[in-house]
């Protein structure tokens, strides 16, 4: 019931503050997911006030991408997100 009544009260945080997110974001999103629900990401992008989104697909991992199969196409696309936002090396 604590880990519930965390996130009960993370989300009144998370939906209250999207908004005030206006810095570029990368989400990197596998197709399947069993662990947070697909309206779960559109609830958290939908209210954000930045108008640079970029999303990568994940065809090949999990939840825990970074771990996964795909890991290494989320490094190079988080490389390229920030070398393009910072207008540093690509």
Do not use: K, Y
């Amino acid at each position: 019931m604590r880990a519930f009544d965390s996130l009960h009260r993370a989300w009144v945080d998370v939906r209250r503050d999207r908004p005030e997110v206006t810095m570029p974001v990368l989400q990197s999103l596998p197709t399947v997911e069993h662990v947070v629900e697909p309206l779960d990401s559109d609830t958290v992008l939908n209210g954000l006030s930045c108008v640079d989104l970029t999303q990568v697909v994940l065809e090949n991992s999990l939840h825990v991408a970074t771990l996964d199969n795909d890991a290494e196409l989320i490094f190079e696309q988080a490389t390229l997100f920030i070398g393009t936002i910072t207008g540093g090396p690509r």
